[in-house]
C-alpha cells in the first residue's frame, strides 16, 4: 500500500546503512516531507467510479503533490546518498499509483486488491508418485512481483476425488497490472512484454500497462510487437542519465496532468465496462476478436 512509506521506514531502522549523521539527518527531512505529501493526498476524495466534473481538479492537485514530492526528494544530495539500487526515488511512483486510484477501486468494492502484488503466474502438480497424487494432487503456485496491480485476492482449495484431505492455495489475480519505472528502455520494455503475455495467458481479460517517468527509445522499436496495453511517458521527455540533470540549463519536464488524468479514464473504463467475449459472444456478431 504505502510503498514508499516502507522504503523509507526500512532505511530508518535499518541496523549497519544509513547510520551516518549524514544519512540520517537526510532521511529525517524526507520522512518529514513524505508525511506530508501522503496525509495531503489521503485528505483528498476521488476521483470514483462515476466520473464527476471535479475529476480533473482532483487529478491536477494530486499530481502537483508528486511533483512537488518528487522535486524535493530528487535533490542531488539525496539522489548521491540513495543510489537507484535503494528503490527510495522509484517507489514514490508506485505510491503514487495508490493514490491515484484507491477511491477509484474502492467506490467499485471493498474487497478489491490494489497495491504492490504478488500475482498467480502459474500452477503445478508435484506428487511424487501415482499413489501420492491419488490422495493429494500437490499444488506448487508461481508468483510474480508486481508493482501495481488492482484486481482480487484468491483463496482456493483442492481435493482429489474421493479423498477428504484438502490443501489450500492463495494468490492475487490481477485485473490491472502496473509496471512503475523511472526510465523505460529497450530492454524493460521486453521484460515488461514477456510479463504481459504470461498474464494474458492465465487471464485473458487482463490489462498491462506501462507508467514510466521518462523514455529511453530509439524511432527504430516496432512497439506493435510488445504485449504491452499502454505505455505512458509522465513527463512526456527522453531519459537523461542522472548526472546531466544536476547541469545547469538542464530542464526537467514535469509530471503532466494530461497523462495522468488519460491513464486514469483508460483503467476507470476498463474496470466499468463489460468484458464480455468468447467465441460464443463473437459468433453472434460474426467476428470473433
Not at 70 to 87: C, G, L, P, T, V
Not at 129 to 155: N, Y
Not at 200 to 224: D, G, I, Q, S
Not at 256 to 278: A, H, I, K, P
Request: aromatic share 12%; net charge negative.
Amino acid at each position: 500500500m504505502y510503498v514508499h512509506g516502507n522504503n523509507l521506514q526500512q532505511k530508518e531502522n535499518h541496523l549497519t546503512k544509513y547510520r551516518d549523521d549524514e544519512s540520517c539527518r537526510f532521511l529525517r527531512e524526507i520522512r518529514a516531507k513524505y508525511e506530508d505529501w501522503k496525509a495531503a493526498n489521503l485528505s483528498l476524495r476521488g476521483p470514483v467510479r462515476d466520473p464527476d466534473e471535479r475529476d480533473m481538479e482532483i487529478i491536477n492537485r494530486r499530481v502537483a503533490l508528486f511533483n512537488e514530492y518528487k522535486d524535493f526528494i530528487d535533490q542531488q544530495h539525496y539522489a548521491e546518498k540513495f543510489d537507484s539500487r535503494s528503490n527510495l526515488h522509484s517507489s514514490v511512483l508506485e505510491e503514487f499509483m495508490y493514490y491515484l486510484f484507491r477511491d477509484l477501486v474502492e467506490s467499485i468494492s471493498n474487497s478489491a486488491m490494489i497495491g504492490k502484488s504478488h500475482t498467480f503466474k502459474d500452477l503445478f502438480f508435484t506428487a511424487n508418485s501415482f499413489q501420492e497424487m491419488l490422495v493429494t494432487p500437490q499444488i506448487l503456485v508461481e508468483r510474480k512481483d508486481h508493482d501495481f496491480a488492482i484486481g482480487v485476492h484468491i483463496d482456493a482449495s483442492f481435493r482429489a476425488a474421493g479423498q477428504p484431505q484438502r490443501e489450500f492455495e492463495t494468490w492475487d489475480l490481477p485485473a490491472v497490472a502496473v509496471e512503475c519505472k523511472t526510465y523505460l528502455d529497450k530492454t524493460m520494455l521486453q521484460d515488461a512484454s514477456t510479463a504481459s503475455e504470461i498474464i494474458k495467458h492465465r487471464n485473458p481479460n487482463a490489462l498491462y500497462l506501462v507508467v514510466a517517468e521518462w523514455l529511453k527509445l530509439t524511432e527504430a522499436v516496432n512497439l506493435r510487437k510488445f504485449k504491452i496495453d499502454q505505455i505512458y511517458v509522465l513527463r512526456k521527455q527522453k531519459n537523461t542519465d542522472r548526472e546531466y540533470r544536476y547541469r545547469e540549463g538542464y530542464v526537467k519536464n514535469p509530471v503532466y496532468e494530461d497523462v495522468v488524468m488519460q491513464l486514469f479514464n483508460d483503467v476507470r473504463s476498463f474496470l466499468t465496462r463489460s468484458w464480455e467475449g468468447g467465441v460464443s459472444h463473437g459468433l453472434q456478431r460474426g467476428f470473433l476478436l
